[in-house]
């Protein structure tokens, strides 16, 4: 017989209940021959034979709780205790363990009923032998199962609790280690985005002028001036720096953007967010252009920031994203009918899990001279709007 909890509690719970059952039997045996009862053989037969039947059904691997096998092995525990009760009012307290038993091997709707039904069997053999009636025959066997009752019920309650406390410890260790790697990783592609900030803004932008500058004093230079040879192979050196520059941007790019378009990207974030509890949508508005990468990550990282506060905030069952390219503009709206908040509560996006909350969406739309608006409502779904102007002159990527 197996227990439902685990050692070191649950054995030397087994080793009581077994040395229990056991000594009980041996008192009833023991009792029949110094009483000078009736039938001292057939009880002493009979408490051997209950006695191996227990001790087989508990060595027995396929005793379990909720099992046919433990139902059985119980029942016929319960028939030859009923004989031993016929020949032997000594037999009663027997039931004490087997309360025990019935507690732990039967589903609660059967359990009850057979400690009942236990109780009453051994009051019951009391006053079938003719003894002389007292308080305690009755009250013991209800008092024990009381306490049978409470204990392994009281034990089950507190073992329940135990496993759920175990279970939100290691969720929060599993937590804290995902948090911790999601910290680490927003924090890569933070300084990666830096970086081809930095490169795009100053370095390749620089090549860029040097290069328009040697071009121009090219042309002023006559062919066969001294000067004009270093000023083409300068011209060279800077048009290979930028490239190399333009190179370092698209290597530092997130990794969303590596191997596709922004609108790409966002079609991808769009289908991993969508489940069976809520449907993101993406379109596009307008005619696509290649844009700044600047411009690309921000769009893409206010897209994945305000569709993870519409998963873990909204309980929402429908998101929109909207890519709009306008003459002077392009806008990514976020639209879900989740629950929604009230505007002036705290932010619900600004959360420590990935550090692209509303201030930091804000944020990213400020450095590129954009805006970023909320609209929402208790009960009203929300809307996270994000427009940035278009460089004037440069609509590509890599544009300098």
């Known amino acids: 017989m197996e227990t439902r909890v685990h ?11 077994h040395g229990l059952m056991l000594g009980l039997l041996a008192l009833a045996a023991a009792k029949a021959y110094g009483d000078g009862g009736p039938h001292p053989g057939a009880v002493t037969a009979l408490a ?16 379990q709780p ?13 028939l030859l205790w009923a004989v031993l009760l016929v020949l032997s009012p000594d037999a009663l307290w027997v039931a004490f363990p087997l309360y025990f038993l019935q507690l732990h091997l039967l589903p609660i709707r059967w359990s009850l009923p057979a400690v009942v039904a236990t109780a009453a069997a051994a009051i019951a053999s009391f006053l079938l032998h003719g003894q002389a009636v007292t308080p305690g025959p009755f009250i013991g066997p209800l008092l024990g199962a009381a306490v049978a009752v409470a204990t392994v019920l009281g034990y089950e309650a507190l073992f329940r609790e ?16 995902e948090l911790a790697e999601a910290e680490r990783t927003a924090g890569t592609l933070a300084e990666r985005e830096r970086l081809a900030r930095e490169i795009h ?20 230079l006559p062919e066969d001036a001294p000067a004009t040879a270093h000023v083409h192979r300068a011209r060279e050196a800077a048009q290979d720096n930028l490239a190399e520059a333009r190179r370092f941007v698209r290597a530092l790019t997130p990794p969303d953007l590596e191997n596709g378009s922004l609108t790409a990207a966002l079609e991808r974030l769009s289908a991993r967010s969508t489940t069976p509890a809520l449907t993101v949508q993406f379109a596009v508005s307008g005619t696509p ?11 893409l990282r206010t897209a994945q920031s305000a569709l993870a506060n519409t998963v873990r905030h909204a309980g929402a069952r429908r998101a ?3 890519l709009s390219f306008m003459d002077t503009s392009v806008a990514l709206d976020v639209v879900d009918d989740g629950r929604g908040f009230a505007q002036d509560a705290p932010a619900r996006a600004s959360t420590a899990s990935g550090g692209f909350g509303l201030p930091a969406m804000r944020s990213r739309a400020r ?3 954009g805006t970023l608006s909320v609209e929402s409502a208790p009960g009203q779904g929300t809307a996270v709007a994000l427009t940035l102007p278009l460089p004037v002159g440069r609509t590509g990527r890599d544009a300098a």
């Open 7 to 17: 050692p070191p509690v649950a054995a030397a719970l087994r080793l009581c209940l």
């Open 48 to 63: 051997c034979v209950l006695a191996a039947v227990y001790v087989a059904g508990a060595a027995a691997g396929s005793v």
């Open 66 to 78: 909720g099992t046919r096998a433990g139902a059985a092995w119980l029942a016929l525990l319960g």
């Open 162 to 177: 135990s496993e759920r406390r175990r279970e939100l410890i290691e969720e929060l260790v599993a937590t804290r280690a």
């Open 201 to 220: 803004d100053t370095l390749a932008q620089g090549l860029s002028s040097i290069q328009l500058l040697l071009r121009a004093a090219e042309r002023t």
């Open 289 to 299: 252009v290649e844009l700044p990468t600047p411009y690309e990550v921000a769009l």
């Open 320 to 322: 929109e994203i909207t």
């Open 367 to 369: 450095s590129l001279g």
